[in-house]
T-cell receptor, first 112, second 117 residues
Framework: ELKVEQNPLFLSMQEGKNYTIYCNYS?????LYWYRQDPGKSLESLFV?????AVKQEGRLMASLDTKARLSTLHITAAVHDLSATYFC????????????FGEGTQLTVNP | DSGVTQTPKHLITATGQRVTLRCSPR?????VYWYQQSLDQGLQFLIQ???????AKGNILERFSAQQFPDLHSELNLSSLELGDSALYFC????????????????FGNGTRLTVT
């Protein structure tokens, strides 16, 4: 069974600081996705990482994928309050076609 | 706006009842997915349809069923409802999903919040 684990689950940080969210998964996969969810809202796609060593950046967020380590990171640079949300990583379980298996989510709070 | 439309937004019903949740995918998307989000279980994949046919099944209970119609909209039917079925139910769509080469992200609707009393 595919397991996706995020660390930390809760993160409170100050504006201007940097931090990294980690996503580990238990089985081979070449496709990893990051989503953002605001409270009570839908999930918004942030990044799609399709190969080992893939790195994508959008604003203050940068995501990377190491398929050999089965690890993805979401790095936050100089956090601002607007980044407060829950961030999910999700892995595509290629062989079974069950599509995305989500991590537990990391609830990020950026304080002024 | 993701382009995925879910109705209703909120649903309150009693145990033992049956409800139907509706989803219209983004224009051009052939795959529809249903997910359940609850505090204790997180985001759980329920079922996927591709161009009218069931493609993949996840943790979907036997009391739940779904279908995708010729116009590609989908319905999720939940019956014999229990308190534990209270959750946010998301529909998502993608243009692919018919084979193992898919790599486009899923686009999620705003969800239907189901409360079972």
């Amino acid at each position: 069974e595919l397991k996706v684990e995020q660390n930390p689950l809760f993160l409170s940080m100050q504006e201007g600081k940097n931090y990294t969210i980690y996503c580990n998964y238990s089985t081979t996969s070449d496709r990893l996705y990051w989503y953002r969810q605001d409270p009570g809202k839908s999930l918004e796609s942030l990044f799609v990482l399709l190969s080992n060593g893939a790195v994508k950046q959008e604003g203050r967020l940068m995501a990377s994928l190491d398929t050999k380590a089965r690890l993805s990171t979401l790095h936050i640079t100089a956090a601002v309050h607007d980044l407060s949300a829950t961030y999910f990583c999700a892995v595509d379980k290629e062989t079974s076609g069950s599509r995305l298996t989500f991590g537990e989510g990391t609830q990020l709070t950026v304080n002024p | 706006d993701s382009g995925v439309t879910q109705t209703p937004k909120h649903l309150i019903t009693a145990t033992g009842q049956r409800v139907t949740l509706r989803c219209s995918p983004r224009s051009g998307d052939l795959s529809v997915y249903w997910y359940q989000q609850s505090l204790d279980q997180g985001l759980q994949f329920l079922i996927q349809y591709y161009n009218g046919e069931e493609r993949a099944k996840g943790n979907i209970l036997e009391r739940f069923s779904a279908q995708q119609f010729p116009d590609l909209h989908s319905e999720l039917n939940l019956s014999s409802l229990e308190l534990g079925d209270s959750a946010l139910y998301f529909c998502a769509s993608s243009v692919d999903g018919g084979d193992s080469s898919y790599n486009s992200p899923l686009h999620f609707g705003n969800g239907t919040r189901l409360t079972v009393t």
